[in-house]
């Protein structure tokens, strides 16, 4: 059965740091541009950070400079490092592998970061 599961959420205080993990299961995340979205409750879901097949990498302006994607191929898992965490990163943060025409989802992790 194919599955993203993501974990490393947590409580953290303002100015900390969570890393999370997306682990595929039934997927080699390798074949997939792999990305990180986050939901904040009574918001829509938006766009954190993806990185390519190819090693390309993009950040949503909110995190830049602070959150960093990476991606392991041989133990099929894709990270996010969260530093200098602001209390408006809280939200739950889902991994998503994309093929083009197919994408999937994890379950989702939450973050929650207390002032």
């Known amino acids: 059965q194919l599955q993203l599961l993501e974990s490393g959420g947590g409580l953290v205080q303002a100015g900390g740091s969570l890393t999370l993990s997306c682990a595929g299961s039934?997927?080699?995340?390798?074949?997939?541009?792999m990305g990180w979205y986050r939901q904040a409750p009574g918001k829509q879901r938006e766009f954190v950070a993806r990185i390519t097949t190819g090693g390309s990498i993009n950040y949503a302006d909110s995190v830049k400079g602070r959150f960093t994607i990476s991606r392991d191929n041989a133990k099929n898992t894709v990270y996010l490092q969260m530093n200098s965490l602001k209390t408006e990163d809280t939200a739950t943060y889902f991994c998503n592998a994309n093929a083009g025409i197919t994408t999937w989802w994890g379950q989702g992790t939450q973050v929650t970061v207390s002032s």
């Open positions: 039934g997927i080699m995340l390798s074949y997939n541009n």
